[in-house]
């Protein structure tokens, strides 16, 4: 169904642009809630992306880390910092023209350095379909060593936090 | 269940009442084919989900609406609303008319784009969790093979919309109400999801109908909630569901008296109805997640599936209505810490009993669950005792 | 017992027996005691007070009222208007000509019955009183304020029955005062003979 296939390619450059737009949303709105807002919709974006490249699983993972928690994070600590949302930043300065033009430059190399480099893309990679057993499997077998790292690591930064946020006790006694 | 209401076929398609939706929709699309190119009757396939779910959902959370004001009535020793069509069976067309004339109130200083955006946000992840639930046999909408991790990531997205409507209303309660909000439903999502897991675990897949189908057994005695795992977890979900629903005794962000409304006090009209729409289907999609994962689902004996899915998912929206007549509020603080301090750990020992059920399913099993559910219980209770500061002495002046 | 949760359950119990025997029991056992107006009312008690009307005996031309004014004087929110009846000659004749009262004005408050010397203004029992104009569609003539003895009793019985006693018992001494003096040509007549 050609029609179909065609109808998915123009979705899926649809969907790109928008990830760029709603990036580009990120840096350059005034507003610092919007910004927040635009970060969550480019993150949603990217989920969708996952969805076209068949990876179901990190899609999922992707909106229930990101959009459900690390957007909020960033929208608490927006929202908490006092007047911080009330004001409204200007985003350019007179070095912006350098700025942009030493950018592209840098995006020029780097897509020449991409488009040169001989990617291991073999039949095996193309087809491979990654499903949640496989993950889990490898999770707990081959990888099972940085996986607990991972925890350690995710422990001390909760135990410092708490140990950060918690309030001196005044030794005080009447 | 085979019970076939008209006897033989219809091109072939068999007529029992189980199937009666499937095999409506293979008819429509069946005849679609004859005409039109293939790409069309897959696309009319995916139409006719779509508008099914899209008339399902607002016609669900309507008439939920009128059973919730009927039961609450009768638990407080009055009718519920009766006037409008025989037992007000009409009352939510006559809300749903009064919400669309209303007049559409947006503050001077409101962020008037986000304003807008927020109540249309927050329908749309309600709209999609309907998308796995299995309402029958074969008749979920999309059998994703990630189903219940897609409905926890849904569900997280609510609480973005959340944020948007209490921040850009410019309002002193609304920022309170929707940081509360957002508080509340960061925190019962983690139990909510661990509660998940066993029955992830004992039917080994993500699949909403793959988990219903491994609790198929005779007299549907293989149900999760009927084991010691099941039981806790199902309580777990079910408390976290309502929590998340924003339902009473956990509905601080809205609470009337405290907030004025929380997170929607500066929206009226179609946006507050849109807000009230998402929340009670999300209600009805959590009761129907919670039954899929415990309760069986659409198994059950004799009656179509859809029978008795909706059927358990209705006691379940019942028992939610119950608890709202039944309980004060909860305070914040309490909120947060049965949550984190209770519910949490509750979920980490009932992986625990997953495990060691998973070895064994006998009555030694039973008594080692309930020996490990009674320490850890015992255990938590007193780790939560309620914090009474000391008594301050106040030296006298002389 | 005091495992954890004892309460909560208990607590469910009682909303539930609730909610399951509020499809039986009376209203005056605990049940549901709403009263679905206006299929059904409830009962109306002899002292409800409401808007005031002007009682007749027998016909509307035999009005209580004799147009004293003392009830216009005496509302608070000088709700009454009365002018007095003038026949032929200029004189007044003890009717009044108008008995206007403003039932928007009107707040139920009673003093017109309690003051009126000759028992002809009491409260109606009648609240559904609605008007298409307005309050202009509220002033009450007297025209519309009149009401038989007969449908006093009916919804006043025991205050009714009272004052039609009292006043049985006053008609029943005039005809007696009126028969035992004796008219002065027939004393006269009587006394001259002698």
Redesign the interface.
């Known amino acids: 169904m050609p029609v179909l296939e065609i109808a998915a390619k123009f979705g899926t450059y649809a969907v790109m642009a928008m990830i760029l737009i709603f990036a580009l949303g990120v840096v350059t709105l005034r507003n610092l809630f919007h910004c927040a807002l635009c970060l969550a919709a480019a993150l949603i974006g990217t989920a969708a992306l996952y969805v076209v490249l068949q990876a179901e699983y990190l899609a999922a993972i992707q909106i229930l880390l990101y959009v459900g928690a690390v957007v909020t994070l960033i929208i608490f600590a927006i929202m908490l910092t006092e007047h911080l949302a009330e004001k409204t930043v200007r985003q350019n300065n007179s070095q912006s023209l350098l700025a942009l033009l030493g950018l592209l430059g840098f995006v020029a190399l780097l897509t020449g350095l991409i488009l040169k480099t001989p990617w291991p893309v073999t039949q095996t990679a193309l087809t491979a379909k990654v499903s949640v057993m496989g993950l889990g499997e490898a999770l707990m077998g081959t990888y099972v060593f940085p996986f607990e790292v991972i925890s350690i690591i995710l422990i001390a930064a909760l135990i410092g936090t708490v140990v950060i946020a918690k309030k001196d006790d005044p030794e005080e006694k009447p | 269940m085979n019970i076939p209401l008209v006897s033989p076929a219809i091109r072939g398609i068999e007529f029992n009442a189980d199937m009666i939706f499937v095999t409506a929709k293979a008819w429509i699309l069946s005849l679609l084919g004859h005409f039109l ?3 069309v009757v ?2 009319a396939s995916i139409t006719i989900s779509g508008v099914v779910i899209l008339c399902l959902g607002p016609v669900i959370m309507m008439y939920l609406t009128l059973l919730e004001r009927k ?1 609450i009535g ?2 407080q ?3 519920g609303p ?1 006037r409008v069509g025989k037992w007000g069976l009409l009352q939510p067309i006559a809300d749903g008319i009064k919400m669309f004339t209303k007049e559409d109130i947006v503050p001077a200083k409101a ?1 008037k784009v ?1 304003h807008l955006l927020a109540p249309i946000v927050i329908v749309v992840p309600a709209l999609m969790l309907f998308l796995v639930v299995p309402f029958g046999e074969r008749m979920t909408a999309v059998n ?3 189903g219940i ?2 409905f ?3 569900s ?2 609510t ?2 919309p959340i ?2 409507g209490s ?1 850009a209303s410019r309002n002193k309660y609304s ?1 309170l109400g929707g ?1 509360r909000t ?1 508080a509340q439903m ?1 925190s019962y ?1 983690i139990p909510m999801t661990l509660a998940v897991v066993p029955a992830i675990m004992m039917s ?1 897949s ?1 699949s909403t109908n793959t988990i219903v189908m491994s609790q198929e057994g005779p007299y549907d005695m293989h149900w999760f909630i009927f084991t010691p795992w099941g039981i806790v977890g199902f309580i777990i979900f079910f408390l976290c569901a309502t929590a998340e629903c924003n339902r009473p005794p956990f509905d601080l962000p809205e609470a009337e008296s405290e907030l004025v409304a929380g997170f929607h006090t500066e929206y009226s009209g179609m946006k507050f109805a849109l807000f009230y729409m998402a929340e009670y289907m999300n209600a009805f999609t959590l009761c129907g997640i919670a039954t899929t994962l415990f309760l069986g689902g659409w198994q059950g004996l004799f009656f179509p599936s859809w029978l008795w899915f909706f059927g358990k998912t209705f006691v379940l929206i019942c028992v939610m209505i ?2 709202r ?3 004060p509020r909860f305070r914040v603080d309490h909120l947060m810490g049965f949550a984190w301090k209770f519910l949490l750990p509750l979920t980490l020992v009932n992986i625990l009993l997953t495990a060691l059920w998973q070895f064994t399913s006998n009555l030694a099993a039973w008594l080692w669950s309930i020996l490990i559910l009674a320490v850890s ?1 015992w255990v938590l ?1 007193k780790l939560n005792r309620t914090f009474i500061p000391e008594k ?2 106040y ?1 006298l002046e002389s | 017992m005091t495992i954890f949760g004892w309460g909560v359950f208990k607590g469910m119990m009682v909303t539930l027996k609730n909610f399951l025997t509020s499809y039986f029991r009376k209203p005056d056992e605990g049940g549901i005691f709403t009263v679905q107006y206006p299929e059904e009312r409830e009962k109306e008690l002899e002292n409800f007070r409401n808007f005031p009307f002007l009682v007749y005996d027998g016909t509307p031309e035999k009005i209580r009222c004799v147009a004293c004014g003392i009830c216009e004087r005496e509302c608070p929110p000088k709700c009454i208007h009365i002018e007095m009846e003038l026949d032929g000659t200029g004189k007044p004749a003890r009717k009044p000509a108008v008995f206007d009262i403003d039932y928007s004005l009107c707040m139920n408050c009673g003093m017109c019955e309690e003051v009126c010397p000759f028992d002809s203004v009491f409260m109606d029992h009648a609240f559904e009183v609605t008007s298409e104009t307005g309050s202009e569609g509220l002033v009450r003539h007297k025209e519309a304020l009149l009401k038989s003895n007969e449908y006093f009793q009916k919804i006043r019985p025991a205050l009714a029955s009272t004052i039609d006693q009292k006043r049985k018992a006053a008609e029943e001494k005039k005809k007696a005062t009126v028969q035992a003096t004796p008219p002065p040509a027939a004393g006269a007549q009587a006394q001259g003979p002698q």
Do not use: C, K
């Open positions: 190119p293939d790409w897959v696309l039961l009768r638990i020793n009055r009718y009766n962020d986000v994703l093979n990630i991790l897609y926890i990531a849904v997280s997205i609480i973005l944020f948007m921040w920022l940081m957002a960061i999502e080994q993500l119950w608890f007549g039944t309980f219980l209770v301050r002495h030296p």
